[in-house]
């Protein structure tokens, strides 16, 4: 029962604050709502493995409302739960316009995101994977920035894509399936699919999830629609959607088409570490910060995309923790962003420039989670990037160095940003220019703290990961001598 009510909760909350007219009770009841939400997964965490929840929905294919969880899952209902707070908070003592109605489409993202990570069959997870783009499609087009028309029209047609690419392979799956046929992904992962088919449906599957990290060369919606987005909507892609793609890959990809991973790993590990290389490069050669920082985001989701395809412990574990400090830390840059647009007016870096001056307090933070952002040793940025590394030597030394240019080049562009906007003479510009409010320390502080705590004492993330890390491995293991007999 404590599955349906983390799910519904953020949801009948969301159509409750559509009532309420003063924007202070609207946040604050949003805020609570999320809040709640994260205490309730902190209890499940510590509840049976076993908890679940199954209701009868349809007679077709023994369609059910079917909610459970495993190692994965539950990693990903923390960080939606952990980061939706911080998201909402975002959006505190600012002017926003239907305030009622910009919550409330949050919240249901938020629903719509756990219902992806808690369900039990391909059915139930089509319909939240759609429901979330409904949400944010009206974020980013009413409270997005210049040209949110075109740029949030260009995002929903890519996704849209994407999700047809999923439907056809989900009904492809289901009637595969013996007699009357299930959607269950407890029968779904017990097909036996002969490998000359896997080849093919592992594109079709992939594509959707390529999509949705995004990487290369399916990445062309993210840099323009996280420059226009909102600050809030930023957060929700960048924090959390951009994270159903690799947990999708992980429900789908691994244990229904393991053949078609092994067969066209290479592939597609040249592709993720083209992505790395060209979005850091990119990101450095950018004069507007938000744009820089989406590229940095393509930059290390590209490096977990490649986790994705090495079947080795080390690269199960990183990615999985990095997809923990990749959220935290996204949120943390974006929230900044907008601190910094407010205080000077712009995003343009050849504009910036001694900012430390009038805002000294902020200069500190900001290091700070820059400091993460490039992977610094004893940060939670660090951890992951670490493992994954490793796990890409074990595979070639190459893919290793191809895959360590974020932290290079990551060190390089951000602290080179870093100098633009904080460092240097006093800017006369700025003069009038305050420094934090306790806002941005209720938000940025307990953010820079986990991260740092993470980087210190990593061993309770990588024990909630361990055993989906393992799992992973196993799937591909198993996969590995039948693929062997096959040529490309």
């Not at 075109?150 to 849209?160: E, H, Q, S």
């Not at 960048?238 to 789908?252: C, D, E, Q, S």
């Not at 744009?291 to 199960?316: E, G, K, P, T, V």
Request: charged share 5%; glycine share 6%; with cysteine.
């Amino acid at each position: 029962m404590i599955l349906l009510i983390i799910l519904l909760l953020p949801l009948v909350t969301g159509l409750g604050i559509l009532f309420l007219r003063n924007a202070c009770t609207v946040r604050i009841v949003a805020l609570t709502s999320t809040i709640v939400n994260l205490v309730l997964t902190f209890v499940l965490m510590g509840s049976s493995p076993a908890a679940s929840f199954s209701a009868e929905w349809t007679n077709l294919m023994g369609i059910k409302l079917a909610l459970g969880f495993d190692g994965i899952s539950l990693l990903m209902l923390l960080l939606t739960n952990l980061l939706f707070p911080f998201i909402i908070l975002a959006g505190f003592k600012r002017e926003q316009k239907q305030v009622s109605v910009l919550n409330f489409l949050i919240l249901l993202t938020q629903a719509a995101l756990i219902g992806v990570f808690l369900s039990q069959n391909a059915f139930l997870f089509y319909i939240f994977w759609e429901l979330t783009l409904i949400p944010i499609y009206f974020i980013l087009l009413l409270w997005g920035g210049e040209n949110s028309r075109a740029v949030t029209l260009k995002f929903f047609i890519y996704t849209l894509a994407g999700s047809l690419f999923l439907l056809i392979g989900i009904i492809y799956l289901v009637q595969l399936t013996p007699g009357i046929h299930s959607t269950d992904f407890s029968v779904l992962n017990q097909l036996h699919i002969p490998a000359a088919t896997q080849i093919w449906l592992f594109w079709v599957l992939f594509i959707a999830f390529a999509i949705k990290m995004p990487i290369f060369p399916f990445h062309t919606w993210q840099p323009n629609t996280y420059t226009m987005a909102s600050t809030q909507g930023v957060m929700i892609l960048g924090g959390v959607m951009t994270k159903m793609g690799i947990y999708g890959a992980l429900r789908f990809l691994f244990p229904m088409v393991p053949q078609g991973v092994l067969y066209w790993q290479n592939i597609v590990l040249v592709m993720c570490l083209i992505g790395v290389v060209y979005a850091s490069v990119i990101a450095f050669r950018q004069t507007n910060l938000k744009r820089l920082i989406a590229f940095s985001s393509m930059a290390h989701i590209s490096l977990m995309a490649a986790a994705l395809f090495i079947y080795n412990y080390y690269a199960a574990q990183g990615l999985l923790f990095q997809v923990v400090t990749h959220g935290l830390t996204v949120v943390a840059l974006f929230y900044m962003v907008q601190l910094i647009q407010d205080k000077t007016n712009t995003l343009e870096l050849p504009q910036m420039g001694g900012l430390k001056h009038a805002a000294p307090k902020m200069a500190i933070l900001l290091l700070m989670i820059v400091l993460v952002s490039v992977a610094l040793p004893l940060t939670g940025g660090f951890i992951g990037e670490f493992l994954i590394i490793i796990g890409l030597a074990k595979q070639s030394i190459w893919m290793a160095l191809f895959g360590g240019t974020t932290m290079i080049l990551g060190a390089i562009y951000m602290l080179y940003a870093y100098q633009r906007i904080m460092l240097g003479d006093k800017n006369i510009s700025f003069k009038n220019t305050t420094d934090l409010v306790r806002l941005d320390y209720w938000m940025l502080i307990p953010l820079i703290a986990i991260l740092f705590i993470l980087g210190i004492y990593p061993q309770p993330i990588l024990n909630l990961v361990e055993v989906s890390a393992n799992t992973m491995q196993n799937l591909l293991t198993s996969a590995t001598g039948i693929v062997t007999t096959m040529s490309h």
